[in-house]
């Protein structure tokens, strides 16, 4: 083999993996480089379950998954936190409202009672915010004991709105990332760290 040709070299010229040298993909058009690897992503996981297992003691609480992007996420956190705790999934459908803040996201798919529960909803990422003031007056209406925003990330620079997020793994700037259930135009989902745009 050359020097300083590495095996990843070697598995990415012969197509098995998709990983390029350097820590950058590519992702349709556009080139995405590690910013948050796994092993940090999963420090800051563990330490927000142990502030839930803690919080929510004595407790049984559902967690409310937001598909796609909360999924892998989920998978991680709701397996950290010991306590006895159920898991629900929605999703929200996008329609064009015709109010200041463009696009408003309706949850769907819910299919359980939330009356009384105390609700921990796990997404993926806040951005403007716009997305989780909706669905906490959707939830809000349902009458469950608490709710808590529990998200992996937070872009506070982009945040519109005021809201209260109890548990936030990360903040990040405002760039556009990819990964640990992330996409971009529906890829990057896979990817076990988190990457950010570059080009
Ligand atoms: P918000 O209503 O502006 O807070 O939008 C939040 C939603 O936008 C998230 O649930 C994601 O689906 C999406 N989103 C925001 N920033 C990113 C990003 O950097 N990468 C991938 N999706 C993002
Ligand atoms: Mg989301």
Do not use: W
């Amino acid at each position: 083999m050359l020097p300083n040709f590495s095996l990843v070299d070697f598995l990415y010229l012969c197509g098995k993996i998709t990983k390029k040298p350097m820590d950058t993909i590519q992702i349709k058009d556009k080139t995405f480089a590690i910013s948050i690897p796994e092993s940090a992503i999963l420090k800051q996981v563990q330490r927000v379950a142990n502030a839930i297992e803690h919080d929510y003691a004595g407790q049984n609480p559902l967690f409310l998954v937001v598909l796609n992007g909360a999924f892998v996420f989920a998978a991680d956190l709701i397996r950290a936190v010991r306590l006895p705790s159920e898991v629900t999934f929605v999703k929200l459908s996008s329609y064009e409202g015709m109010s200041s803040t463009g696009v408003i996201k309706s949850m769907i798919g819910l299919n359980t009672d939330l009356t009384g529960r105390p609700v921990i909803i796990v997404e993926d990422i806040i951005d403007s915010g716009q997305t989780m003031v909706h669905l906490l007056d959707e939830i809000a209406a349902q009458n469950p004991a608490s709710v808590a925003v529990c998200t992996l990330l937070v872009k506070p620079d982009n945040l519109k709105v005021k809201l209260d997020v109890k548990y936030c793994c990360m903040e990040i700037p405002n760039d556009f990332i990819v990964g640990y259930g992330l996409d971009y135009d529906g890829y990057g989902r896979n990817l076990r760290d988190i990457y950010t745009v570059v080009e």
